[in-house]
């Protein structure tokens, strides 16, 4: 007999996904079916090698399932310490593949009831996580309450490890820190690499493209304002303060 079991539960909604599909097709795609496949894929299991997640041992046991259907996604995984760090660790994963092909997505993360099977993905934290999704506002992945008091209470390691996969915007919304990668690359010592320097640019333009398209206090170009500035936050050149940082 089918039942609901607690999990958690991310609702993803992929921004300007019919303009990615348009992108694939034609005579000379500049996006391949590969390349949006890509962005689904769960981000490989912790080795022992891999001194931080290491330490909590292996994510991908956390009962970590996946259904997509146009462009919405729906990733679930169990109420455990590994399951919360895989779903942060997937939807980062997620939000910058989007990114690198100059697209966004938002979405919420809850916890509670769910029923999710190779078929069928529905319950009460479903609902919560979709309500999240259509409050966020702005391209990010919004936690709930109960899953951020969760992450800051929990034992070290996984307090840091919940620390460095969300930030807290400046409205107190905690989300998830999808361009975390880059902010690690900012932080390290030395020159940026090439391809590093290739791929802040490609977001550059595809920001700059973005906002030349849409018109001033309209939400399409609201969102992207709000995506330049937390992009500049990532690499350093508009921190968010503080606050953006816990």
């Known amino acids: 007999?089918?039942?609901?079991?607690?999990?958690?539960?991310?609702?993803?909604?992929?921004?300007?996904?019919?303009?990615?599909?348009s992108r694939s097709i034609g005579s000379a795609p500049m996006v391949t079916v590969d390349e949006i496949r890509s962005v689904l894929d769960a981000p490989e299991p912790a080795g022992a090698e891999q001194i931080v997640l290491g330490r909590i041992g292996d994510i991908s046991k956390s009962g970590?399932?996946?259904?997509?259907?146009?462009?919405?996604?729906?990733?679930?995984?169990?109420e455990t310490e590994q399951g919360l760090i895989h779903l942060?660790?997937?939807?980062?994963?997620?939000?910058?593949?989007l990114a690198r092909l100059g697209m966004l997505y938002r979405g919420g993360i809850a916890t509670g009831l769910v029923y999710h099977d190779r078929e069928q993905v529905f319950g009460p934290a479903v609902i919560e996580a979709y309500e999240l999704e259509r409050q966020a506002r702005f391209p990010r992945v919004v936690l709930s309450a109960p899953v951020v008091n969760t992450g800051r209470s929990t034992a070290e390691p996984e307090r840091t490890i919940f620390g460095r996969f969300t930030r807290t915007d400046t409205d107190g919304v905690v989300f998830v820190h999808y361009l975390r990668v880059l902010s690690m690359i900012t932080d390290s010592d030395g020159p940026l690499p090439d391809d590093?320097?290739?791929?802040?640019?490609?977001?550059?333009?595809?920001?700059?493209r973005r906002l030349d398209h849409f018109a001033a206090?309209?939400?399409?170009?609201l969102k992207w304002e709000w995506f330049q500035s937390y992009f500049h936050s990532a690499i350093g050149a508009n921190p968010l303060g503080d606050k953006g940082r816990e």
Do not use: C, N, P
């Open 217 to 221: 206090r309209t939400y399409e170009r």
């Open 88 to 97: 942060l660790q997937h939807v980062e994963k997620i939000g910058f593949r």
């Open 196 to 208: 590093v320097r290739v791929l802040h640019a490609s977001i550059e333009a595809s920001i700059a």
């Open 1 to 21: 007999m089918a039942s609901y079991a607690s999990r958690y539960v991310a609702f993803l909604d992929i921004l300007g996904f019919k303009d990615l599909i």
């Open 64 to 78: 970590h399932r996946l259904t997509a259907f146009s462009d919405s996604i729906i990733i679930t995984t169990d």
